[in-house]
């Protein structure tokens, strides 16, 4: 009788695993990022869909302002962490920010969160330098 429970919760989390997800940076591939969507569209669509470690508005993050072209890159706080993971970090290029990201100490001392501004997402790349190559460029 305990042979068969365990054989049934066993093909259950198999069945159950196999069709789940891992959180990744998938999201843009799935249709959920598009072009020319507001911050706060962003951070509901990759809400959970992408590790915390790389999500730009979860707590901590990497951001990059360039005032004259009025773009933003942004991304999680991968740079900062040092976190090893076979997911690539995506950096998300923001146009027509006129109100950037900035840091703020959190409630408890701990380190600088992000506070984010403005601004419509343009693109997405793979790589710190793709992005700097990006804005360069646009």
Known sequence: MIK???????????LFLSNCKAPTTVVFEEGKLRKGMTRKDMAKALQLSVLTAHNPFRSKCFHEYYPLKKNEIISGKHLLAEIKSDIEP????LENVTIPSHKVKSLFGSDSECLHG???????????YEALDYVSKN
Not at 4 to 14: A, D, E, V
Not at 118 to 128: A, R
């Open 4 to 14: 068969k429970i365990y054989t049934i919760i066993l093909i259950s989390l198999i």
């Open 90 to 93: 995506v950096f998300y290029i």
């Open 118 to 128: 403005n601004g419509t997402l343009e693109t997405w790349v793979k790589g710190h």
